[in-house]
């Protein structure tokens, strides 16, 4: 008898113990981040993941009073890859909060999945237009843009400079097709040659002989990453800079701009934000980002850096509470956080209102590259497909 009370006594305090662990790991904020972490573009997802991780750290490892429990994932940059490790974030680690991808082919896969299992996902760079509009998701929100208009940006500004004729090339996926759809959509000269190249091709010897010998006025590409790297030295190994005026978008950034060094000083690009945006948050991140990384951020930082001040403004606003999803929608709408771009809104399609710039890359004093803001060429704009998306 005495051997049977003790061992439930034992018991009840084993159980006591696991049930008080339980409740400890349930009071915790878990956030899933997956990015591509390998290969040739995995530049762009150290950015994002170390933008999301810098403001967690400045926020003192909470949200909204919670402490956060990170999970990092690579997509590998392959849909069914991100497809599996985005189930397993939400039906085996019970993630309240998927927060990825930088490719918009891996946005497209993982939607449901996130969406279908509780989380709420959020996008710090990805934004298709199906999901701005038929398609949009109250689960999925977009911090970073819709694809279209980082393009858009480019083909105002060679419209409005008076080019009369352009060669544009981009990666054969929805976000490629996005970029010159973008581009076409305010440039109204002549397209000499519309071409996309595999994702993730790094030799462009055939296309930079159609260049040569189309002469275009401008040539505008989409190249990420690795991809761009090696664009920008080949373009200007063969004595194309001299000929032509190179507009890009997510080509020349802080991401590969190490890699670029000289080749890419003077080329322009479009963007929502710049290293140099004027505004005492920007420079209180930019000089936090530097000092923890050694390197000057980029986009794909900055933008998750604001996902999460948005989902800790969310939370302050619940008071933590994550199960209330209209509650935790409608804090998340709300947008009550200082933006690293300035003035930043959500559109009725979950996709922001933002102002958008003309950039050009510069080599700064203490021998770093960056981009710097030239003009602004558009200011609150929203992306055009949201008419189509259903919430309203």
């Known amino acids: 008898m005495r051997t049977s009370v003790k061992t439930w006594v ?13 409740a400890e790991d349930k009071d915790k904020l878990k956030i899933g981040v997956i990015a591509t972490l390998s290969g040739p573009p995995a530049v762009l997802g150290q950015q994002l993941r170390n933008g999301f991780e810098l403001a967690v750290k400045e926020l003192g490892g909470k949200m909204g009073g919670r402490e956060v429990e990170l999970f990092v994932q690579d997509d590998e940059l392959k849909p069914d890859v991100a497809v599996s490790k985005v189930r397993a974030l939400v039906d085996r680690d019970k993630v309240d ?12 896969a993982i939607v449901k999945p996130a969406t279908d299992g509780g989380a709420i996902l959020i996008s710090p760079n990805a934004g298709t237009s199906n999901f701005a509009g038929k398609d949009c998701n ?77 002469k275009p006025e401008a040539v505008f590409v989409f190249l990420p990453g690795g991809m761009g790297v090696n664009f920008v030295k080949q373009f200007r190994q063969a004595g194309l800079a001299d000929k032509t005026t190179f507009l890009s978008t997510f080509t020349v950034d802080e991401s590969t701009l190490p890699a670029h060094k000289d080749a890419a000083v ?25 000092k923890e990384y050694g390197a000057v951020p980029a986009t794909y930082a900055f933008q998750a850096y604001d996902t999460a001040m948005l989902i800790d403004s969310a939370l302050k606003a619940t008071k933590g509470d994550t199960q209330n999803k209209d509650a935790l929608r409608a804090a998340l709408l709300k947008a009550d956080f200082k933006s690293l771009r300035g003035k930043f809104t ?29 003009k602004a060429v558009f200011t609150d704009y929203a992306d055009p497909h949201a008419k189509d998306c259903p919430m309203k």
């Open 10 to 22: 034992i018991a009840a305090a084993l159980a006591t113990i696991a049930a008080g662990a339980h």
């Open 97 to 108: 909060f998927v927060v990825g991808p930088i490719f918009s082919n891996i946005l497209q």
């Open 138 to 214: 109250p689960n999925l929100f977009v911090t970073s843009y819709q694809n279209d208009q980082m393009h858009e940006i480019m083909g105002k500004y060679a419209q409005d400079s008076g080019k009369k004729t352009a060669f544009i090339m981009a990666p054969n996926y929805q976000a490629g097709k996005d970029s010159l759809a973008g581009f076409k959509r305010y440039f109204k000269g002549e397209v000499l040659d519309e071409v996309y190249v595999p994702l993730n091709q790094l030799d462009y010897s055939a296309e930079l002989s159609k260049i040569a010998a189309a």
């Open 266 to 290: 003077g080329f322009y690009a479009g963007s929502n934000w710049a290293p140099n945006l004027d505004n005492p948050q920007n420079k209180a991140f930019v000089a936090a980002y530097e």
């Open 346 to 374: 959500f559109n009725t399609n979950h996709y922001p209102i933002q102002d958008f710039y003309l950039t050009k890359v510069a080599k700064r004093p203490d021998g770093k590259f960056q981009t710097e803001i030239e």
